[in-house]
Antibody, heavy 123, light 108 residues
Framework: ELQLLESGGGMVQPGGSLKLSCAAS????????MNWVRQAPGKGLEWVSV????????YYADSVKGRFTISRDTSKNTLFLQMNSLRPDDTAVYYC????????????????WGRGTLVTVSS | EILLTQSPGTLSLSPGERATLSCRAS???????LAWYQQTPGQAPRLLIY???SRATGIPDRFSGSGSGTDFTLTISRLEPEDFAVYSC?????????FGGGTKVEIK
């Protein structure tokens, strides 16, 4: 069964750091672009970042550029999101999402999601 | 950035009724690159429709998508109990990709 399981969320003070993990099972993250998408309380979904299946290409939303870094460990089939200089408006449930494209393509819509992990930035 | 506006915010219907959800874009969505997702509390979001009208794998045929340009519609022909959820649209034809604010379909 294809599955994504996020972890690493929690409460952090403004200016702090947190690293999220997304463990994939049933497929190899090396074969697909993988994304992070977040949802602030009571708000719509917001795309955050993508890493291509080749691992050579990454993109970020303007709101997180320079503060967040997407990475992966293919030996553990796990995607990461390192979040630095966190702000209160980064408070959200963070979802890991698999791109529907395969190989080196990015299709930019998502056919498998995890249940998310909550990040709260507050003093 | 393309802004997606979904309406209504909440739709109150009974099981067996037809649901019609709207997603309007602030500018034309390139190539009908529009997707719909379903969210239920505590569950992972689920892809329903991509390319404006193509059903994702395993999605029942009571779900259908239509539209082009700036106006898109998700229709659920006969609501089943498991269909009461929040539905979001997403455009992926222009950077940055964006999502609508969602429509909640609740039991009347």
């Amino acid at each position: 069964e294809l599955q994504l399981l996020e972890s690493g969320g929690g409460m952090v003070q403004p200016g702090g750091s947190l690293k999220l993990s997304c463990a994939a099972s049933g497929f190899s993250i090396s074969n697909y672009a993988m994304n992070w998408v977040r949802q602030a309380p009571g708000k719509g979904l917001e795309w955050v970042s993508v890493r291509s299946g080749s691992g050579e290409t990454t993109y970020y939303a303007d709101s997180v550029k320079g503060r967040f870094t997407i990475s992966r460990d293919t030996s553990k089939n796990t995607l990461f999101l390192q979040m630095n200089s966190l702000r209160p408006d980064d408070t959200a449930v963070y979802y890991c999402a698999k791109d529907s494209g395969g190989g080196y393509s990015i299709y930019w819509y998502f056919d498998l999601w995890g249940r998310g992990t909550l990040v709260t930035v507050s003093s | 950035e393309i802004l997606l506006t979904q309406s209504p915010g909440t739709l109150s219907l009974s099981p067996g009724e037809r649901a019609t959800l709207s997603c309007r874009a602030s500018q034309s969505v390139s190539g009908t690159y529009l997707a719909w997702y379903q969210q239920t509390p505590g569950q992972a979001p689920r892809l329903l429709i991509y390319g404006a009208s193509s059903r994702a794998t395993g999605i029942p045929d009571r779900f259908s998508g239509s539209g082009s340009g700036t106006d898109f519609t998700l229709t659920i022909s006969r609501l089943e109990p498991e269909d009461f959820a929040v539905y979001s649209c997403q455009q992926y034809g222009s950077s940055p990709l964006t999502f609508g604010g969602g429509t909640k379909v609740e039991i009347k």
